[in-house]
Structure formats: C-alpha cells, structure tokens
C-alpha cells in the first residue's frame, strides 16, 4: 500500500470443526538479493518465550525462556551473533527454526518483530494478530536458484512467520488450532517496510 506495508489478511469458515493455522513463508535478505548472509541483520522480537524442539523437529509442548539464552531477541541483536553458540536447540535447528510466544493478546494487531540491515539502512517490522511468530534462518539452503539467478546458501535469508504454535492441536496448553462453524478465522500480519 502507500505506506509501503504488505498486509496479509487471513480468512476461514467451516462446516465442521477443522484445524486451521494459515502462515505465510516469505524470505527475507533487506540488504538485497545476492548479498550475501543475514547474520549482520539486527533483530528484535516482542517474546519473552519460545517453544522448544525435539530431536525430530516437533515442539516438545515446553514453554521456556528466551532469558541468558541464544533466544534473547528482546531488544535489538545480530541474527549471527549467537546462532553457532553451543546449544542444545540451536544443534537440532541447525540454526534457528523456533515459535517465539508473542507478548500481545491474541487478535490485537501489534508489534511483533524488528529488522534493520545497517548497511543498507533498511528497516522491517512485523504486526500480527496471531499469538506466534517462527524464526527461520534458511538453514538448509544449499545451492537453491533464485532471482537473478543466484544461487543461494543457507543463512543468506530469514523468515518471520506469523502463526499459531506449531502442533497445537496436540498440546492443550497451547493457543487451540481448532475452527468451528459458528466462528470466523480472522487473522492479519503486516510487514512494513522503511529506513531508518
């Protein structure tokens, strides 16, 4: 729109109850394609929490800190500056692949997330009404075409993706997945673009 935002806007009924969790997968790389990685990208995200992995990728249904871990993005910080620390999650992801538990109500559309590129000087922020946001950091990239032909590598793209919890459904504690007939899906996510 004019106010160079992509705005996303998330819409469901049902005749029956039905698991619902629609996300958006776009990378990210604000210093411009072929670039390079995303480790120098300052990063915020408005979580206090993540949901941990398994072994194989699943939540473990855990609820944990971000405190004096690699998951401290509370105020702004290197997306590279901690993703080869000695952890235990971080191993698993290969990198970042993580839910963090957004701090704002459900269905209020707020702040989620911050990225600047200091380079560039380009800056992203991220409003959702949805209670998650995954962080990915491309980590399984190898050798895959993209625009102009490049050819990209892991960690040469991120991804902040508005969501509900992964595997809710089989974790009660978590945000509930489940739509029913008498309510509405209603989500936004918005992604503003500026310069700082």
Same mark, same amino acid.
């Given at each position: 729109?004019?106010?160079?935002? &992509?705005?996303?806007?998330?819409?469901? =009924?049902?005749?029956?109850? +039905?698991?619902? *969790?629609?996300?958006?997968?776009?990378?990210?790389?604000?210093?411009?394609?072929?670039?390079?990685?995303?480790?120098?990208?300052?990063?915020?995200?408005?979580?206090?929490?993540?949901?941990? &992995?398994?072994?194989?990728?699943?939540? =473990?249904?855990?609820?944990? +800190?971000?405190? *004096?871990?690699?998951?401290?993005?509370?105020?702004?910080t290197g997306i590279g500056d901690r993703i080869n620390t000695d952890h235990d999650q971080l191993k698993i992801g290969n990198g970042y692949d993580h839910n963090f538990v957004l701090k704002h109500p459900i269905h209020r559309l707020d702040l989620a997330a911050t990225v600047i590129e200091p380079r560039s000087g380009r800056k992203m922020e991220v409003f959702t009404t949805m209670p998650g946001l995954q962080l990915y950091t491309a980590n399984w990239i190898k050798n895959v075409k993209g625009k102009e032909d490049h050819i990209y590598q892991e960690r040469e793209a991120f991804c902040l993706e508005t969501q509900n919890f992964p595997d809710a459904i089989n974790q009660s504690h978590f945000p509930s997945p489940i739509l029913t007939p008498k309510n509405v899906y209603k989500h936004s996510t918005i992604y503003k673009f500026s310069v700082y």
């Amino acid at each position: 729109n004019e106010n160079n935002e &992509l705005r996303l806007d998330y819409s469901g =009924t049902t005749d029956q109850e +039905t698991i619902l *969790n629609l996300v958006n997968h776009s990378y990210f790389n604000l210093a411009g394609e072929g670039s390079g990685t995303i480790n120098n990208h300052q990063l915020q995200i408005e979580a206090d929490f993540y949901t941990p &992995l398994t072994k194989n990728l699943e939540p =473990t249904g855990e609820i944990l +800190t971000v405190k *004096n871990t690699p998951f401290d993005f509370t105020s702004l910080t290197g997306i590279g500056d901690r993703i080869n620390t000695d952890h235990d999650q971080l191993k698993i992801g290969n990198g970042y692949d993580h839910n963090f538990v957004l701090k704002h109500p459900i269905h209020r559309l707020d702040l989620a997330a911050t990225v600047i590129e200091p380079r560039s000087g380009r800056k992203m922020e991220v409003f959702t009404t949805m209670p998650g946001l995954q962080l990915y950091t491309a980590n399984w990239i190898k050798n895959v075409k993209g625009k102009e032909d490049h050819i990209y590598q892991e960690r040469e793209a991120f991804c902040l993706e508005t969501q509900n919890f992964p595997d809710a459904i089989n974790q009660s504690h978590f945000p509930s997945p489940i739509l029913t007939p008498k309510n509405v899906y209603k989500h936004s996510t918005i992604y503003k673009f500026s310069v700082y």
